[in-house]
Structures are given as C-alpha cells and as structure tokens.
C-alpha cells in the first residue's frame, strides 16, 4: 500500500504539471458537421464463399480537440488519483464522487473520438448471408505528452515505474530515456475504473484495480527521430507566448533555435524525406521578420501543430483527422 500510495502522489504531481501546460493548448471550436468516410474489402475467391469487410469513420478530430482529449484526459489521471488517496485512507465514501468524475470524463473523451464502424458480412456462392457482425472501434490511446512539455514533467512516473519493476525484480529497460510520448489507455482506464467502483465496499481491492489504471494504463515511448522535434515544439510554444506578450527578440531567438532543431531532425531523416522540414525552415525564416503582426502567434501556432504531425504514432494512437491546408509531412 506505501507503494501504491506514492505512486499516486506521483501521478498528482506530473498531471498537474501536464495540465498546466495543456490549458495553454487547449480552445473552444464551435462543432462541426460529422464527416464520414468509407472503405470497403472483399475477401475470398466467391466459389464457396466470400467476406466482405466495411469500414465506415464517422467524425474526424480537429488539432484543438486533439489538444483537448489530452487535457481531459489529464484531468481523468488527477481524479484517478484523487480516488486512490481516499481509498488508501479508507474512504470509500469521498472516492466514490471522484470515480463519477473520471467516468464522465472518459465520456468525453470518448464524445471527441472518430468512431470507425467495422462490418464484416460473409456470403455463399449463392450470395446468401451466412454471416454478420458489427463492432464500433476508435483509436482511443491518448497522447499526454507528445515533446510539448519538458522532460521533469514526467520523471515523476519514471520513478514511481523503476519502483513498481523493483518489486517485481525486473528492470525498466526505458527507464532512463528521454520519452518523446507518453499514451494513455482509455480503454484499459475505463474497465478498471467501472471495477473500481464496483469494488468500493472493499476499499484495499478498489484501490488495487486504479493502481492498476495508473501503472498499467500509461505506456511511454523513446523514439530516436522525434527526440529533436521535442525542442523545436519547446521552442515554438516559447516563441508563441513571447509573440502574445510582445516579447519579440526572444521570440526572434527560440525561432531560431526551433530552425536548429530541425536541422538535426532532417538529418536523422534523411535530405529528401525533409522537403518539408526544409519548407517549414524557409516559413519560419519569414515570419521572424514579421512578429509584429497580428497574426503571428497564430502562425506559429499552425507550425507547432504542423510539427506535431511528424511524430511517429503508435497503433491505435488518437491523431488529428480534420484536413488542413498545409497537410505535407515528412516521409519516414
């Protein structure tokens, strides 16, 4: 229960951290029509049978509601741990309200989400049905950390895993990494949250069910080619802010250092896969000339999130859909 109790002190203190940095990201949008798209597959040469699988996408996921399913999700962890710390202490009753309000946020979340509907028909040679089934999936591990904010912000969760792989006897391989991801389960959170509250009559097997939320729920990720793209996104925000504030010359100055990293992120990827990067320099060379403007900040903006787009995503990873007018990436 120690154990337990500091990994979830832990957890308090990096979402914080995170949800700091996230409100700043965060907007309103007003809502958008929902946008469908289809795919369809034939399987089977048709002599006995053939299967037929389609795949309808219904919604898409704007850069702001990206930012903001981070946001909530980071809510979702401070309320995972807030339910573990009354547990600990025996107190079923004050958990009780803070599992309600991480369920509502998975809600959410999931609200944000594009919805891919997945149907799978099998026919006879005869074109009779013999078989159909419909599931609904979404891509549902959610970013909280994608080089946006800086690495002390997760050390914390680090820490808290080398301790749980201690007791285990294992050795945290990534422990020591410069993690360029961090993903959250809501899947994987949102089962053990519903077991959680099933369990609240008996407190020690309720709190075992969110530790497993937190410990088990949050996966990091190391990747060699995004680790410069971290400083160039550190850099952008920096600049953004200081455009707002009207802080030019350091503006000008994290413009410059966000070229730099570039430059050694078009290096791990090679010259003619960073025809892009190479774009994304020549427009930030520009716009230092022109922070004056109104709409500066909002350009570096779109950079940020034009950046955020070349990190590498892991399966089943929450990205941005909705198209935007600059949609080129780097080939990897």
Same mark, same amino acid.
């Given at each position: ?18 949800? +700091? ?7 309103? $949008?007003?809502?958008?029509? &929902?946008? @469908?798209? %289809? =795919? #369809?597959? !034939? ?56 599992? +309600? ?7 959410? $979340?999931?609200?944000?989400? &594009?919805? @891919?509907? %997945? =149907? #799978?028909? !099998? ?65 994987? $959170? ?143």
């Amino acid at each position: 229960m120690k154990t337990q109790v500091r990994f979830t002190q832990n957890i308090r203190w990096v979402t914080a951290a995170i949800v +700091a940095a996230l409100i700043c990201a965060a907007a309103n $949008v007003p809502a958008a029509e &929902p946008a @469908t798209n %289809v =795919t #369809t597959q !034939t399987f089977g040469s048709g002599k006995l049978y053939k299967t037929t699988v389609e795949r309808q996408t219904e919604g898409e996921l704007s850069a702001d509601d990206l930012h903001q399913a981070s946001l909530l999700t980071s809510q979702l962890l401070t309320h995972l741990n807030a339910a573990s710390q009354q547990l600990a202490d025996g107190r079923a009753d004050a958990a009780k309200p803070e599992l +309600a309000k991480a369920e509502s946020l998975v809600k959410m $979340v999931r609200g944000l989400l &594009p919805t @891919t509907i %997945v =149907t #799978t028909v !099998t026919r006879d040679a005869q074109g009779k049905e013999l078989y159909r089934d419909v599931q609904r999936v979404q891509d549902d591990q959610i970013p909280i950390f994608e080089g946006q904010f800086a690495i002390e912000a997760v050390e914390p969760i680090v820490e808290a895993k080398k301790d749980e792989a201690a007791l285990k006897g294992l050795k945290l391989a990534d422990a020591d990494l410069i993690h360029t991801a961090v993903l959250v389960d809501l899947s994987f $959170v949102e089962r053990k949250l519903k077991r959680a509250g099933e369990l609240l009559a008996k407190p020690k097997e309720a709190a075992d069910e969110l530790a497993q939320a937190q410990s088990q729920g949050v996966h990091f990720f190391a990747r060699r080619e995004d680790s410069p793209l971290v400083d160039v996104q550190h850099a952008l925000r920096l600049a953004e802010r200081q455009v707002q504030e009207k802080k030019y010359d350091g503006a000008k100055a994290n413009l410059q250092l966000a070229k730099l990293g570039l430059d050694t992120y078009r290096t791990l990827i090679g010259e003619e896969a960073g025809k892009a990067v190479v774009e994304l320099q020549t427009d930030i060379q520009k716009l230092s000339g022109e922070l004056h403007k109104p709409e500066a900040a909002g350009k570096i903006r779109g950079m940020w999130d034009k950046v955020a787009g070349w990190f590498k995503h892991e399966s089943g990873q929450a990205v941005q859909t909705s198209p935007t007018p600059t949609k080129e990436q780097p080939k990897s």
